[in-house]
C-alpha cells in the first residue's frame, strides 16, 4: 500500500514538472514572440490572442475561460482522469502565461517572420512535452476526442484543420491585414512539425516491401553490403493464388537508393512499395526506449 502511495506521488510529481515545463515553453512561443506577431495561430490560444488584441485581456485567462465548456462536454463524455490531467495542465500553463507578462518578461519585437517561425517552435516544444504525460493542452485536443467519440469514422484531424483555418482567417478581420493569416499559417507548421519532431524523433526511415522471385539474393546483398536486417514472411498472391514470400526491410532515409539499385541489379520487375517510417530503432538504429 505504501509502495503504490509512493508511486502514485512519483507520478503526479512528474505530471506537475512536466506541465510547468510545458507552461514555460508554451510562454515563450506565445508571449515572447507570437504576442507581439499580431497573429492568431488556430485553436483556443489563436481565439485568446484575438479577443486580447480587442480587450486587452490576459491571454492565460481568456484560455481557461475558454476550456470552461470544453472541459465540461469532456467531464461529461470522456475519461474523467484524463479531463483532469487536462484542467491542471491548462491552469498551469494558464497561469505561466499571464505570469510572463506581470513579470514583465521581455518581448520579441524584429522580424515578424522570425518571431512567427520561432513561437511556433516554442509552444509545439511545449504541447509535445504535455503530450509526453498523456496530458492535453485542451481546445481543439479535446473537441478531437468529443468527435471521435461522436463520430468515430470521421477524419478528426481534417475537422480541427477546418477550426484553426477559421479562426486564422478570423484573424484576418481582428486584425486588418491578409500578413496575419500567412504568418499564422507559418506558426501552426512550424508547431506541428516541432512536436512530430519531439514524439516521433529525427531518426526517421523507410519501410520497404519487395515482392520478386529473387527475393533471397536481393536480401542477402543487402544484409552483407548494408549491414542491415531483412525479414520473410509467408504470403499468397491474390491473382495467381500461388505461395511467396514478401521481403521487408527497414532502413534509413540516406539508404533508400542504395537498395533500390540492389534491387534493380537483381530483378528490374519487382514489385516494391516504400513507406516512410515516424522513427525507427532497435539494432542497428537508435536504441529502444
Request: aromatic content about 12%.
Amino acid at each position: 500500500m505504501k509502495r503504490e502511495f509512493q508511486s502514485s506521488l512519483w507520478e503526479r510529481g512528474k505530471d506537475l514538472v512536466y506541465d510547468i515545463a510545458g507552461g514555460i515553453l508554451q510562454a515563450v512561443g506565445m508571449w515572447c514572440f507570437i504576442d507581439t506577431c499580431q497573429i492568431a495561430p488556430g485553436g483556443v490560444s489563436g481565439i485568446a490572442l484575438m479577443i486580447n488584441y480587442v480587450s486587452g485581456l490576459p491571454i492565460g485567462a481568456l484560455s481557461l475561460l475558454i476550456n470552461l465548456p470544453l472541459f465540461a462536454a469532456s467531464w461529461l463524455f470522456l475519461e474523467r482522469r484524463m479531463t483532469w490531467k487536462t484542467i491542471g495542465t491548462v491552469v498551469w500553463m494558464s497561469v505561466i502565461l499571464d505570469g510572463f507578462g506581470w513579470l514583465g518578461i521581455p518581448q520579441y519585437t524584429g522580424d515578424r517572420l522570425i518571431g512567427a517561425a520561432f513561437g511556433g517552435i516554442f509552444t509545439g516544444a511545449g504541447m509535445a512535452v504535455v503530450f509526453m504525460r498523456n496530458s492535453t493542452t485542451g481546445g481543439g485536443d479535446i473537441l478531437a476526442k468529443l468527435l471521435q467519440k461522436f463520430r468515430p469514422y470521421m477524419q478528426t484531424g481534417y475537422a480541427i484543420m477546418v477550426i484553426d483555418f477559421f479562426v486564422v482567417g478570423g484573424s484576418v478581420l481582428v486584425f486588418r491585414e491578409i500578413e496575419a493569416a500567412m504568418y499564422g499559417l507559418i506558426s501552426i507548421v512550424c508547431t506541428t512539425q516541432t512536436i512530430d519532431m519531439l514524439l516521433y524523433g529525427m531518426n526517421r526511415g523507410s519501410m520497404i516491401t519487395i515482392h520478386s522471385d529473387k527475393n533471397r539474393e536481393i536480401a542477402e546483398e543487402i544484409m552483407r553490403t548494408m549491414n542491415r536486417g531483412t525479414t520473410f514472411y509467408k504470403s499468397i498472391g491474390g491473382y495467381s493464388g500461388k505461395e511467396c514470400e514478401t521481403l521487408t526491410c527497414a532502413v534509413d532515409r540516406k539508404q533508400f537508393y542504395q537498395v533500390k539499385e540492389i534491387i534493380d541489379r537483381h530483378d528490374p520487375r519487382a514489385f516494391v512499395i516504400v513507406s516512410p517510417t515516424k522513427e525507427v530503432f532497435g539494432e542497428g538504429f537508435q536504441e529502444g526506449r
